[in-house]
């Protein structure tokens, strides 16, 4: 969807290193989520914001950190990376809780 | 949270109708049946929902048994480009809107 993207696309970095990525959208949607996809885990949700400022955890959101203070970017963090957290991570926006989502690009993040 | 069993892969050929099944027996009165796909190297894609009556889109068409314990997403005319890991995701209305991405069913579309 051209509506929100993704940044950067692909990052390889440091164990130890704070990694921050970025998703910005266009839509004006109130709520953004963060996912990572791992080989036989599927998608999981690590954060997400219901609205500036205000976010909340996920299933999966231990060594990761967000911040949302204008409504179409919502950042992560990975306040200190570990080869656990290479994935890729997704970040989706939706209208309103519980209905569709639309989803970015990308982010390809490896950790040595 | 409600779960969904989808098979874990389906063939079809191309150009023929597509029948993805989902079974959600211990679905909710509030809960939405959500229908993603996913092409490889690429972000999740909504097709389709509906809560209690078929829905038609220009993707697809869901069909939700009348007990609601069981939906099938149907494409009408599969394309090489409908090869993808499709997805059966209930989700309670009013909820944040946290979707839980089972295994899916990946779908094989022959020339």
């Not at chain 2, 829905?55 to 099938?72: G, Y």
């Amino acid at each position: 969807d051209a509506g929100i993207t993704q940044s950067p696309r692909h990052k390889v970095t440091e164990t130890g290193t704070p990694v921050t990525l970025r998703c910005h959208q266009t839509e004006n949607h109130r709520y953004m989520y963060w996912y990572r996809q791992d080989p036989g885990h599927g998608l999981r949700l690590i954060h997400y914001s219901y609205g500036v400022k205000d976010t909340d955890k996920g299933e999966v959101s231990d060594g990761y950190s967000v911040s949302r203070s204008k409504t179409e970017d919502f950042l992560l963090t990975l306040e200190s990376a570990t080869s656990s957290q290479t994935s890729v991570y997704f970040c989706a926006m939706g209208l309103a809780g519980g209905n569709t989502q639309y989803f970015g690009p990308g982010t390809r993040l490896t950790v040595l | 949270d409600a779960k969904t069993t989808q098979p874990n892969s389906m063939e079809s050929n191309e150009e023929e109708p597509v029948h993805l099944p989902c079974n959600h027996s211990t679905i909710s009165g509030t809960d939405y049946i959500h229908w993603y796909r996913q092409l490889p190297s690429q972000g999740p894609e909504y097709v389709i929902h509906g809560l209690t009556s078929n829905v038609n889109n220009r993707m697809a068409s869901l069909a939700i048994a009348e007990d609601r314990k069981s939906s099938t997403l149907i494409l009408h005319r599969a394309t090489l480009r409908d090869a993808a890991v499709y997805y059966c995701i209930l989700s309670p209305g009013g909820s944040q809107g946290n979707l839980i991405f089972g295994k899916g069913t990946k779908l094989s579309v022959k020339p």
